[in-house]
């Protein structure tokens, strides 16, 4: 039986999310920004019709926006998150074999499904009625053709937001392919269809008939696999589970210059809380932790200095306090006054199980049942009341650092002082 699996993909998700709950801006061009309000995340049709790109630099389309009166906000996580997981449980229901990609898309394994076109209308309009979201769905026998039938989806009002590529005989699918430029090709960006291209690969078709061996010695075995999945041979499986992150990372820009060395280290604070939250709730501990700081690199008028320092800790740990005053060490050792600073960020490595402890014979035996009790507790109460609600004591109490929200909406649905009102 052949794989029937199933892309779905929200619709302009960022943008949909805000005009959930503002009905009046439903027809308005609407673009999200970046985090400091830098670039086009998010792009509403009407926007990308007046000629948004994404990713542009929001400075440089104001003039555009101002002539067409786009409406644009800045990022609202908290809310994003909170629609996401509501539209991923709705799909959830659907299959026992499914796949959370990505913030805003979701693959669906519905091999067997009867009536699988009706099932699919079914989901659409599940998702729509049950959390306002848009989403429209495209259906493979690989992922890589599922997310290309999403593409069709999308773009083809005849298709009422449901492609299946499995439905097309051998003729029509390569008619299809052939009318798509490779660089819609999951995993083939700008830069790699500028290669292909001078092989004369500028179609989905032709990269589907293009000489495999030629592939795999210029572009390396992940373009092999993208070229059988293409050819209906699935090569990328379903990942059920999640796995375990290998490094976690968290960092932020600044919305305005550091000079401050306890600015920065408030910074770095709230940096360790967030990633030592990450590494708590996978049940982990890193025993390798790395600072960095960064001056502005776009000021070619300022001096530039991008240190970065990484120190083993005694032991493994997830514990925020612990891992703040190591930060807080490296931050000292690397700052110097006569620099600006517009950027930090700490890496977690050397990431395993909290099951998985490697003593020291040498060294008394370490016991964090305290330290884990109190961990617990700050992640439940910020779980409940919101990131941030329990900081630790050296977060928060500076605000120079903290990134440039200045268009952002309120958090609609995880915060009980900013829910809308019925009237």
Request: hydrophobic share 35%; glycine share 6%; charged share 20%.
């Amino acid at each position: 039986m052949k794989q029937q699996l199933a892309l779905i993909d929200c619709n302009n998700f960022y943008v949909s999310c805000e005009r959930l709950f503002r009905p009046d801006i439903r027809k308005t061009p609407v673009v999200v920004l970046s985090n400091n309000d830098g670039c086009v995340v998010s792009r509403s049709n009407e926007a990308k019709a007046i000629g948004i790109r994404m990713g542009q630099p929001w400075f440089e389309c104001k003039e555009l926006a101002k002539e067409h009166g786009v409406l644009a906000l800045s990022s609202n996580y908290a809310l994003y998150a909170d629609l996401s997981n509501r539209v991923m449980s709705i799909l959830s229901t659907y299959s026992p074999r499914h796949e959370v990609y990505s913030i805003d898309e979701c693959f669906v394994d519905l091999t067997g499904t009867a009536k699988l076109r009706d099932v699919s209308y079914q989901m659409r309009e599940h998702v729509i009625n049950w959390s306002g979201i848009p989403v429209c769905v495209g259906i493979g026998p690989t992922k890589t053709l599922a997310k290309l039938a999403n593409f069709v989806a999308k773009r083809h009002p005849r298709s009422k937001g449901v492609f299946n590529y499995n439905d097309l005989n051998e003729q029509r699918q390569a008619k299809l392919l052939g009318q798509i430029t490779v660089d819609e090709v999951w995993g083939v960006g700008r830069r790699i269809s500028k290669r292909l291209a001078e092989h004369n690969i500028h179609t989905v078709e032709e990269l589907r008939h293009a000489h495999t061996p030629t592939l795999r010695s210029e572009f390396g075995v992940v373009m092999e696999k993208t070229q059988r999945e293409l050819q209906g041979i699935a090569c990328i499986d379903l990942q059920e589970v999640v796995p375990d992150k290998q490094q976690i990372i968290s960092s932020r820009s600044f919305g305005s210059m550091v000079q401050d060395v306890d600015v920065l280290k408030d910074a770095m604070s709230t940096f360790v809380a967030n990633a030592c939250a990450k590494l708590r709730a996978q049940e982990s501990h890193a025993a390798l932790i790395q600072v960095f700081l960064h001056t502005n690199r776009f000021r070619k008028d300022l001096p530039q200095y991008m240190p970065c320092l990484a120190i083993p800790l005694p032991y493994p740990t997830n514990d925020s306090l612990a891992v703040n005053k190591w930060a807080g060490f490296l931050v000292e050792q690397m700052y110097k006054p006569e620099y600006q600073y517009k950027k930090a960020g700490i890496v977690l490595s050397e990431i395993s199980p909290v099951t998985h402890y490697q003593g020291d014979l040498l060294a008394p035996e370490i016991t964090e049942t305290g330290s884990t009790k109190l961990m617990t507790a700050i992640d439940q109460l910020n779980q409940r009341f919101g990131r941030g609600a329990v900081k630790i004591s050296t977060q928060g109490a500076h605000k120079g650092w903290q990134m440039k929200q200045e268009r952002k909406s309120p958090c609609y649905t995880t915060n009980w002082n900013e829910l809308p009102h019925a009237q």
